[in-house]
């Protein structure tokens, strides 16, 4: 059942047995649970929801001992992830990219590629595969929590594990906290424009809602381009599933060639891509597209839970500090490249 964690998008992961609702019934309600406990937490106290999200499920860890909600946990780190991804998409409307103009958007599409890169050079250098790179490195590049769980999905059990994930998922969320207070202060030091901080801080923070708040900390300017430029970077989260999926496509896990499996683009992916194409053409209404993104920020926070809980806290202890090596050097690259950008490239 350890490898229900994640799609079977190779067929890395055997066939889960099927069940009525009652199976699936009492690990949701633990999540469903843990997810309110968290959002109760993140509205009082005004931190991010993810974040929330992972301690709690990690209190909870214990409970995966319960053969009884593997199903429902299973369920929603695997089924509940990917609506919530697709869901994502009424976030972004091309027109936002088209603003941005050539020369910023170039540049966020570079920082992403780069830090990416640099992901993956610091796993290989501290001994760890490709993959694990590519996981955190694309989660420091992308959208942090969200990213992991996507790319996660899509690299599949026998490229990542559980507990790598959460290691991604407690690094991510230090860093981007951290970035979310230090970053503006760099901003000042340097009296950037509002066109520049609003860059910096859109294209090298994390997480959605720590980059909006630092922009929007600095000045209402600096908030609308931070806004633009973090969602564009959202908005490559399905190219990079896609690019990644059709790559995976053609090797095995031990990087020998093997055959394709199909198209090898999800189909959380593709749904992605619809329904930021639909909300482009402003036919969503606004009251609709504010519960999409509320419900896609509670499928992701439920999915975050249900994984916290199943990770084996044995294998995290025992990783050390080298994965959360590899995370900061992705975050010191996306800093530099994004700080570059700003200061040479952008106005």
Request: net charge positive; hydrophobic share 60%; charged share 10%.
């Amino acid at each position: 059942m350890a490898a229900d964690l994640y799609g079977d998008l190779y067929g890395d992961v055997s066939a889960t047995p099927k069940r009525d609702w009652r199976g699936y019934a009492p690990g949701l309600v633990v999540v469903v649970m843990g997810t309110l406990a968290a959002g109760f937490l993140s509205d009082h106290y005004g931190v991010p929801l993810t974040l929330m999200a992972l301690l709690i499920g990690l209190a909870l860890n214990f409970l995966s001992a319960d053969s009884r909600l593997t199903p429902g946990l299973a369920f929603a780190s695997r089924s509940l992830l990917r609506w919530g991804i697709v869901l994502v998409g009424v976030r972004i409307t091309f027109g936002q990219i088209v603003a941005l103009g050539p020369v910023a958007l170039l540049s966020v599409v570079g920082i992403v590629a780069l830090t990416m890169a640099a992901g993956v050079f610091a796993a290989r250098r501290f001994g760890f595969d490709t993959a694990f790179g590519l996981l955190a490195g694309g989660s420091v590049a992308i959208c942090g929590a969200s990213a992991a769980m996507a790319l996660a999905t899509t690299l599949g059990e026998k490229r990542t594990t559980q507990a790598q994930l959460t290691l991604v998922l407690v690094g991510i969320s230090a860093m981007s906290a951290s970035a979310m207070m230090l970053y503006p202060l760099v901003a000042h030091a340097l009296h950037m424009s509002d066109l520049k901080a609003g860059f910096l801080l859109g294209a090298a923070i994390h997480d959605v809602a720590q980059a909006l708040g630092a922009g929007y900390s600095y000045s209402d300017g600096a908030g609308g381009i931070a806004a633009i430029v973090k969602l564009t970077r959202v908005a490559l989260l399905a190219p990079v599933l896609a690019v990644v999926a059709v790559g995976l496509s053609r090797f095995d896990p031990n990087g020998g060639a093997g055959k394709a499996k199909g198209p090898g683009v999800p189909w959380f992916v593709v749904g992605f891509f619809v329904l930021a194409g639909i909300n482009s053409f402003g036919v969503i209404p606004p009251i609709v597209a504010t519960g999409a993104e509320k419900a896609a920020a509670a499928m992701l926070a439920a999915a975050v839970t249900a994984t916290a809980i199943r990770s084996p806290l044995a294998q995290l202890l025992e990783a050390g500090p080298k994965p959360l090596l590899v995370i900061l050097i992705a975050t010191l690259a996306a800093f530099a490249l994004a700080l570059g950008a700003a200061v040479f490239l952008i106005g």
